[in-house]
T-cell receptor
Framework: GAVVSQHPSWVICKSGTSVKIECRSL??????MFWYRQFPKQSLMLMAT?????????EQGVEKDKFLINHASLTLSTLTVTSAHPEDSSFYIC??????????????FGPGTRLTVL | KQEVTQIPAALSVPEGENLVLNCSFT??????LQWFRQDPGKGLTSLLL?????REQTSGRLNASLDKSSGRSTLYIAASQPGDSATYLC????????????FGAGTQVVVTP
């Protein structure tokens, strides 16, 4: 089946530093990847849509200079949280849409990355 | 804006009982609806995907129905097991925002032995 990985699975950093999270589709090509954020006991909130070879599209209220997204290849998208602060602590999950199944619209989700900013 | 609601927020049943989880959405112009399972601290596992043209999908003990006109989907899990304990999320992709999922808050399920 379609597998999406994320790295790292968890990260702790100091306030003011930047953190990069990778999302990879392991056995399929993904022209589109999505980044979500989940607070404890809450559901997922879409942050941005990442398209290979073009700029990401951010949802309303999401700071694009704060959350930098790069989708450099058909199997890799990265999310960089710049100048992280404690309020950025959250569970970040990516998903990918299989290029070959684009008409189906099914998304495959990664295992998530837990970010803790001290 | 599409709003997705899941009722109940939490559910506890004894092993062997059937589970019925509800998902409602406000905009019936959807592209598809997907049900997921999330274990504590983990990512999402896809359970069933229903296209807007379909009425239901089945996989093993799971059956999901879709009634677009009334803005509802129901996930049935037959003969529940303790391993079914998890949070179940439904997500709706709008016809005008294909690929962007709007998630419900989830139903937390506990199946007691």
């Amino acid at each position: 089946g379609a597998v999406v990985s994320q790295h790292p699975s968890w990260v702790i950093c100091k306030s003011g530093t930047s953190v990069k999270i990778e999302c990879r589709s392991l056995d399929f090509q993904a022209t589109t990847m999505f980044w979500y954020r989940q607070f404890p006991k809450q559901s997922l909130m879409l942050m941005a849509t990442s398209n290979e070879g073009s700029k990401a599209t951010y949802e309303q209220g999401v700071e694009k200079d704060k959350f930098l997204i790069n989708h450099a290849s058909l199997t890799l998208s990265t999310l960089t949280v710049t100048s992280a602060h404690p309020e950025d602590s959250s569970f970040y999950i990516c998903s990918a849409r299989d290029k070959g199944l684009a008409g189906v619209g099914e998304q495959f989700f990664g295992p998530g990355t837990r970010l803790t900013v001290l | 804006k599409q709003e997705v609601t899941q009722i109940p927020a939490a559910l506890s049943v004894p092993e062997g009982e059937n589970l019925v989880l509800n998902c409602s959405f406000t905009d019936s112009a959807i592209y598809n609806l997907q049900w997921f399972r999330q274990d504590p601290g983990k990512g999402l596992t896809s359970l069933l995907l229903i296209q807007s043209s379909q009425r239901e999908q089945t996989s093993g003990r799971l059956n999901a129905s879709l009634d677009k006109s009334s803005g509802r989907s129901t996930l049935y899990i037959a003969a529940s097991q303790p391993g079914d304990s998890a949070t179940y999320l439904c997500a709706v992709s709008g016809a005008r925002s294909w690929g962007k999922f709007q998630f419900g808050a989830g139903t937390q399920v506990v199946v007691t032995p």
